[in-house]
């Protein structure tokens, strides 16, 4: 997962600068149609001269019946007030200053039955849409963005990495509907697993394979093996939604039958080891851990989240801790950063065998076992 730990990288770096393509947008955002009619969709990470997301809702405007659409971003931006090929329309530009575009009508100026990049270029010169400097940085923290947050209905981007957690919590408290990508570890994040596990948040459609392709100004940074047509290469990319979708009431068909021999048990906590999602028998009825990746099957309809299986998450929902005579092993499985409240199995020299994190599940209507 070579770009998945340059994610994690970049996250620790600060390094922000992942800019979406309008394909992946569209590919996501046609299974959300149905919610954006009337509504006012707000992009808080996304600069209006460059960003698709902005592009995407522009184009998309009256198909979609949407009432407004707001796109701020940030000073820190290295793109910010770069690229004005766009909309060439701006005459108070000052170096750096971040804007705010607020978008009511979009008209087919053109005049040729559709909404192309030729009216959006127009937006701002009809005088009906706004293209203003913001006050200060563009922060989606700063009470400028919080004031456009809150008569927003749907925030739509892509966050930064490296403030996922705060971006998070921040929609929570506004109580607002969202789509954004974000990176697969932050299912296992103590503040993000929780929302998922009370289904106060889920994963959307998702990227293929999970693996995404954007535009960064890092490429030159990135492994060869992770460019692609001037892009880099992420794996381990998500939609993370609390939007209602289809997908989230399909069931995982299961084929497995539980059996002793093929499913280990846990040594310190009362439950099943299932290394693959589509592995986990269709007739066990007590507690199973499963990869994290399960969460894209997920439907709270077929099963129940119990909890994590690491950590201190895993200690609250009962995972023991090691006991002594492991705990001589922890140093070696803590090279693996294992550590109380981890799930782990014993095998038969009677050493610590800890699998990669586990979300602990119970199927809601499981199958009467063979007899
Ligand atoms: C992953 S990029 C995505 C950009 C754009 N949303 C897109 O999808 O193409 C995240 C963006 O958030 C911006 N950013 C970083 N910190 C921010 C903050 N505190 N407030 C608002 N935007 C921020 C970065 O400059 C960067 O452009």
Redesign the pocket.
């Known amino acids: 997962m070579a770009g998945n730990t340059y994610l994690q990288n970049a996250s620790k770096a600060k390094k922000?600068?992942?800019?979406?393509q309008l394909t992946d947008i569209e590919k996501e955002l046609r299974y959300y149609k149905k919610h954006f009619n009337g509504k006012t969709i707000f992009?808080?990470?996304?600069?209006p001269f460059?960003?698709?997301?902005f592009k995407y809702f522009v184009l998309n405007f009256n198909r979609l019946g949407l009432k407004k659409l707001i796109c701020?971003?940030?000073t820190?931006?290295?793109?910010?007030n770069t690229q004005l090929t766009l909309f060439d329309v701006v005459e108070t530009a000052e170096e750096n200053k971040p804007y705010k575009a607020v978008v009511t009508t979009v008209y087919d100026k053109t005049g040729d039955g559709g909404i192309d990049m030729f009216d959006v270029a127009e937006l701002f010169k009809s005088g009906e849409n706004e293209l203003t400097e913001l006050e200060g940085d563009?922060?989606?923290?700063?009470e400028e963005?919080i004031e456009l947050l809150e008569e927003s209905d749907i925030v739509v981007?892509?966050?930064?990495?490296?403030?996922f957690r705060e971006y998070v919590a921040q929609l929570m408290d506004y109580k607002k509907s969202f789509i954004i990508?974000g990176n697969q570890n932050a299912i296992t994040y103590k503040e993000i697993f929780p929302l998922l596990r009370d289904n106060k948040m889920w994963l959307g459609n998702g990227f293929s394979s999970n693996v995404g392709f954007?535009?960064s100004p890092y490429e030159d940074k990135a492994k060869a093996s992770q460019h692609k047509e001037g892009l880099i290469r992420v794996s381990g990319v998500m939609w993370f939604t609390n939007l209602d979708i289809k997908k989230r009431h399909e069931e995982m068909i299961l084929v497995k039958r539980y059996n002793k021999e093929n499913y280990n048990n846990y040594y310190n906590f009362d439950g099943i080891n299932v290394d693959k999602t589509i592995d986990i028998p269709c007739d066990y009825s007590g507690a199973m851990g499963v990869p994290i990746t399960f969460m894209d099957k997920y439907n709270p309809e077929q099963f129940e989240i119990i909890g994590l299986g690491i950590a201190n998450l895993g200690l609250e929902v009962g995972v023991n801790p090691y006991t002594p005579e492991h705990k001589k092993y922890r140093k070696e499985v803590q090279k693996r950063g294992q550590v109380d409240g981890d799930l782990y199995m014993v095998d038969e020299f009677d050493h610590p065998v800890v699998p990669y994190a586990r979300i602990l599940i119970k199927n809601k209507h499981p199958e009467e076992p063979r007899k």
Request: aromatic share 18%.
């Open positions: 922000d600068e992942f800019y979406t992009c808080n990470c996304d600069d460059e960003s698709n997301f701020t971003c940030y820190g931006s290295p793109i910010a563009g922060d989606f923290r700063s963005c981007t892509n966050p930064p990495f490296s403030l990508i954007f535009e």
